[in-house]
């Protein structure tokens, strides 16, 4: 297996441009997290799936933020518009439900200047 | 969902040494998963454990949970430099999902 997918590894993109990050999860897996890690606030947990609905997104920051699973095998994180502060590493997870091992894909690096 | 905290912040030993770290929670729990991630990586599943077992053991990891106190350790043998990571815990309340905390940072220096 592969592993979780993220695409892109890395993004530089400029303020109040629209940005949309992409998750292939793991065949099989029914629950999908996408968190966020900055030096600052560490690791945070935005937005969680359960069987490709929306379960818990309380930790979207506002309304810039969105996400999307249409389908089990792809989920996405749109940014619109972008400012400086998203500027952080962006990881997608998948579970095989919740409560057990989480598996991370790589993380895409976003830089928003 | 609960945050796990973990405890030291940073932790510096000599290649060789035994490394332990500990991790507290609030409210009960179902398992408690440690974790690390690599500088720049995604983070890597470790070991589980459920709430009816005290200790368990993978390779030179060794964790022990106290339900009574709520709290884990985690137990890193014959440190090599390749143990450098940043190590979290996440206590599982019963399918809810856990918040990871600041970590441990672990520096093995040769």
């Known amino acids: 297996d592969a592993g979780v997918i993220q695409s892109p590894r890395h993004e530089v993109t400029e303020m109040g441009q629209e940005v949309t990050l992409r998750c292939k999860p793991i065949s099989g897996h029914n629950s999908l997290f996408w968190y966020r890690q900055t030096m600052m606030r560490g690791l945070e947990l935005l937005i969680y799936f359960n069987n490709n609905v929306p379960i818990d997104d309380s930790g979207m920051p506002e309304d810039r933020f969105s996400a999307k699973m249409p389908n089990a095998s792809f989920s996405t994180l749109k940014i619109q518009p972008s400012e400086p502060r998203d500027s952080a590493v962006y990881f997608c997870?998948?579970?095989?439900?919740?409560?057990?091992?989480?598996?991370f894909g790589p993380g895409t690096r976003l830089t928003v200047l | 969902s609960q945050q796990g905290e973990e405890d030291p912040q940073a932790l510096s030993i000599q290649e060789g040494e035994n490394a332990t770290m500990n991790c507290s929670y609030k409210?009960?729990?179902?398992?408690l998963q440690w974790y690390r991630q690599n500088s720049g990586r995604g983070l890597v599943h470790l070991i589980l454990i459920r709430s009816n077992e005290r200790e368990k053991h993978s390779g030179r990891l060794r964790v022990t949970l106290d339900t009574s106190k709520k709290s884990s350790s985690l137990l890193i043998t014959a440190s090599r430099a390749a143990d450098t990571a940043s190590y979290f815990c996440a206590p599982d309340n019963y399918g809810q999902n856990f918040v990871f905390g600041p970590g441990t940072r672990l520096s093995v220096l040769p």
């Open positions: 997870a998948s579970s095989l439900g919740q409560g057990n091992e989480q598996f």
């Open positions: 409210t009960s729990i179902n398992n």
